[in-house]
């Protein structure tokens, strides 16, 4: 097994992490620096290590969805003492990383795995992985801002235009959007918001993929059916984007 799989089947990270570790020489084979990113390893025999730990494949890999709820982070370290997910799940998390993120403020469906390689191709551009996201914004929308929804922005330097967005209707002098997107770039809906003169209140990712949120209570992990499971492998291969 090359040794950037191993590392991401260990739950560190995707490979393309795993690649920066080993050449900021984070990582040792059997105690001495590996020669390259796709060196091989043999698994239950070679010791892999990062940052002097051991790291051990799962003797089998985890799936599992997350409705995560508002003021946590998405990281496995705090900034400015902000809680993390995984201090809100505990040992529950043990071995499972974050496919993708969610803002600190937002909510809603988080997939978690031990599966490093599926998290990356499922993140992979080639994916197109539809997420749908539920927002509450201010003022109402006009039809003019629906189109300027409608229409995109730029984020990250990246011309993003949403799948679909819909006004569902209004509560409290709020609008309740229903926006679709094929792609996930840092805070796209609120940049997508702001583009059009909305402020963003509430924001709930609803639906991952062929993966949904359903009626999942907020703060819950679940573990994922085997049907999810081979729903999103055939997301990754691109034929079916959910």
């Known amino acids: 097994m090359r040794l950037n799989l191993?590392?991401?089947?260990?739950?560190?990270?995707?490979?393309?992490?795993a690649d920066q570790w080993i050449q900021q020489g984070r990582v040792r084979v059997n105690g001495r620096a590996p020669e390259g990113m796709g060196a091989p390893v043999t698994p239950g025999t070679d010791l892999v290590t990062l940052d002097g730990r051991s790291l051990h494949l799962p003797a089998s890999e985890r799936y599992a969805a997350y409705h995560k709820p508002p003021a946590a982070l998405v990281s496995r370290r705090s900034q400015g003492g902000k809680p993390t997910i995984f201090d809100l799940l505990g040992p529950a998390a043990r071995g499972l990383m974050p496919v993708g993120r969610l803002d600190y403020e937002s909510e809603g469906l988080l997939l978690l795995t031990s599966d490093g390689a599926l998290a990356e191709a499922l993140l992979h551009p080639r994916s197109a992985l539809r997420r749908v996201y539920r927002v509450w914004v201010r003022p109402i929308p006009e039809p003019a801002a629906l189109r300027l929804l409608t229409q995109g922005a730029t984020?990250?330097?990246?011309?993003?235009?949403?799948?679909?967005?819909?006004?569902?209707?209004?509560?409290?002098?709020?609008?309740?959007?229903?926006?679709?997107?094929?792609?996930?770039?840092?805070?796209?809906?609120?940049?997508?918001?702001?583009?059009?003169?909305?402020?963003?209140?509430?924001?709930?990712?609803?639906?991952?993929?062929p993966i949904r949120l359903g009626t999942q209570r907020r703060g819950t992990l679940r573990p994922l059916a085997p049907g999810e499971v081979e729903a999103l492998r055939r997301a990754a291969r691109g034929k079916s984007r959910g």
């Open 6 to 17: 191993f590392l991401a089947r260990a739950g560190q990270g995707s490979r393309r992490e």
């Open 155 to 209: 984020v990250e330097g990246v011309a993003v235009r949403p799948l679909n967005v819909v006004l569902e209707g209004a509560d409290k002098g709020r609008g309740i959007l229903l926006v679709e997107l094929a792609e996930g770039r840092k805070r796209e809906v609120r940049v997508l918001a702001r583009n059009a003169g909305l402020t963003v209140e509430r924001l709930v990712r609803t639906q991952f993929g």
